[in-house]
């Protein structure tokens, strides 16, 4: 069974928005923190946002004040504004490390991702 399983992606114009969800597995608990990643064509995987306790600890320079990262028992990326360079994609982890931030190897768990796609 899949731990990490993403949602909402697809294609968007310029400007537009899209909220990705990622259902996580009842074992991933609030002890871990948890990221969003993406993967530009051509392009290594590349942090995007994560949080850890309720609180954001990270966006990567481009999204900040158009991303915006949340948890329940679902973890939520609000993407607004979105372009061009946004298309990719997006993939949500887990990890347990004592880390909050973009660094791939801190993830245990990762998701199969899901493609977001904006035109201009």
């Known amino acids: 069974q899949e731990k990490l399983v993403e949602s909402g992606g697809g294609s968007v114009q310029t400007g537009g928005s899209l909220l990705l969800s990622c259902e996580v597995s009842n074992d991933i608990d609030g002890s871990f923190y948890m990221g969003w990643f993406r993967r530009a064509p051509g392009k290594e995987r590349e942090g995007v946002a994560c949080i850890y306790l309720g609180r954001s600890s990270y966006y990567v320079d481009s999204v900040k004040g158009r991303f915006t990262i949340s948890r329940d028992k679902t973890l939520y990326l609000q993407m607004n504004n979105l372009e061009p360079e946004d298309t990719g994609m997006y993939f949500c982890?887990?990890?347990?490390?004592?880390?909050?931030?973009?660094?791939?190897?801190?993830?245990?768990?990762w998701g199969q991702g899901t493609q977001v796609t904006v035109s201009s």
């Open positions: 982890a887990a990890g347990n490390y004592g880390y909050c931030g973009s660094s791939t190897t801190k993830y245990r768990y």
